[in-house]
């Protein structure tokens, strides 16, 4: 076990509805943020209670845009700081919404959050190759993506040989989340995978 894993979560009040990763990426550029600000605090705030060095690490999810912008860089980079001083190795910062962002862009993204983070990670909605040499000199450490629910054994295998394949041409590390059992963790990560989760649904 390497830690929490903080997920950004957004809930329309009027409707109770959550809204998917990708109307998440669609709000604004202010609104991102708030998701940004809100979920390092929940993350910060569980460490508290669980004791300060008690974990060995907390991966935070960060937008893009959020650290694309002087405001978004200014209000993060004093959290990350305090998220990393209460646990063991360090912070790994989560880049979200970066399909389709230009790798100059995405490699001063990460520069910026690097000192401060243990490990700086893409998340992909789905790693091709196409998409995984587009981010090869964008100074990500690690890739990660979430495991497509309800698959069969033979679909989960097609998905999974495809995926690590692809992620691994273009990071050392690569976390594969939402996995749906012990037995596809095992075969994920004799396939390449470093870190795995498992589903809770």
Not at 53 to 64: D, T
Not at 65 to 80: A, D, H, K, M, V
Request: aromatic share 4%.
């Amino acid at each position: 076990r390497i830690g929490f894993r903080m997920i950004r979560r957004v809930i329309v009040i009027r409707t109770g509805e959550e809204l998917t990763p990708k109307e998440i990426a669609t709000l604004s550029a202010a609104d991102l943020l708030r998701v940004d600000m809100a979920t390092i605090t929940r993350g910060i705030d569980r460490l508290k209670s669980e004791g300060a060095g008690e974990q060995l690490s907390l991966i935070v999810p960060l937008s893009f845009s959020s650290l694309s912008s002087q405001r978004g860089r200014t209000e993060l980079i004093n959290p990350l700081k305090e998220a990393s001083g209460l646990v063991k190795l360090g912070v790994i910062c989560e880049i979200c919404d970066i399909d389709g962002v230009p790798p100059g862009a995405l490699l001063t993204a990460a520069s910026l959050v690097k000192p401060f983070a243990l490990l700086v990670v893409g998340n992909l909605n789905q790693p091709s190759p196409n998409v995984v040499t587009r981010l090869r000199d964008a100074g990500l450490q690690a890739l990660s993506f979430e495991c497509p629910p309800n698959l069969g054994e033979a679909e989960f295998i097609g998905w999974a040989t495809a995926a690590i394949r692809a992620a691994k041409a273009g990071a050392r590390s690569v976390l594969v989340y939402k996995v749906a059992s012990p037995a596809r963790a095992g075969a994920l990560s004799s396939m390449g995978a470093t870190h795995m989760s498992l589903s809770t649904g």
